[in-house]
């Protein structure tokens, strides 16, 4: 799986807008780009996933850039509840039963901070 | 409909010793695949099972083994602990069906076992 690069850490105020960036300039043609988040002493969660298209879901929005060497985890509008460790993590088309199905290598992510 | 559950939450074991950690995927999954986080790191890719077979692994030794049941749960065993192995071990459950497997499959965590080497 190729390389993301993501900012360690982001603040946010309440019911305001975040922008997660993520960049992946070595990304193929098929690679899917996911999105975890983890709460404090929590498993990673699954966020959003998408391909090329902009992709929309009840938690958040992927607005993935026209060459897809970047991408942009978008929430709304933040809450307290919302504030964890982001990751944005690449994923091949297809993959074989031998191959990397199971794994998805987690940077450091980006640390987001929501503030009342 | 019940996700990933993993027991036991928390242990202390002391160097040496060997432990077990289990895992019961999320209801339909197929796949279980094992992590391990250390404190402020994102989690490392230890080895997937499915159809009761190691599939891929990650870079760990073979003190880190495991195994998948019919029922598709899982177990992860390591030996010989070392104080290096405290962290979060983390469980995931996917579907890999027939088709093999796609890059828009979705895991599923489990809150993960805190095992602490002393």
């Known amino acids: 799986d190729a390389k993301t690069t993501q900012p360690n850490s982001m603040e946010s105020n309440e019911e305001e807008p975040v922008h997660l960036p993520c960049n992946h300039s070595?990304?193929?043609?098929?690679?899917?780009i996911h999105w975890y988040r983890q709460l404090p002493s929590q498993g990673p969660e699954y966020v959003i996933h998408g391909l090329t298209s902009n992709v929309n879901n009840r938690m958040a929005s992927l607005a993935i850039a026209e060459d897809r060497k970047s991408s942009t985890l978008i929430l709304h509008r933040a809450t307290l509840r919302d504030a964890a460790v982001y990751y944005c993590i690449l994923r091949a088309l297809h993959m074989n039963y031998g191959g990397s199905q199971g794994n998805l290598i987690f940077g450091k992510g980006t640390k987001l901070s929501v503030k009342p | 409909d019940a996700g990933v559950t993993q027991s036991p939450t928390h242990l202390i074991k002391t160097r040496g010793q060997q432990v077990t950690l289990r895992c019961s995927p999320k209801?339909?999954?197929?796949?279980v695949s094992w992590y391990q986080q250390a404190l402020g790191q994102g989690p490392q890719f230890i080895f997937q099972?499915?159809?009761?077979?190691?599939?891929q692994r990650g870079n760990f030794p073979d003190r880190f083994s495991g195994h998948q049941f019919p029922n598709y749960s899982s177990e992860l065993n390591v030996n010989a602990l070392l104080l290096g192995d405290s962290a979060l071990y983390l469980c995931a459950s996917s579907l890999l069906g027939l088709g093999g497997g796609s890059g828009a499959n979705v895991l599923t965590f489990g809150a993960g076992s805190r095992l602490t080497v002393l």
């Open positions: 099972y499915y159809e009761e077979e190691e599939r």
């Open positions: 070595t990304i193929s043609g098929t690679d899917y």
């Open positions: 209801s339909g999954h197929d796949t």
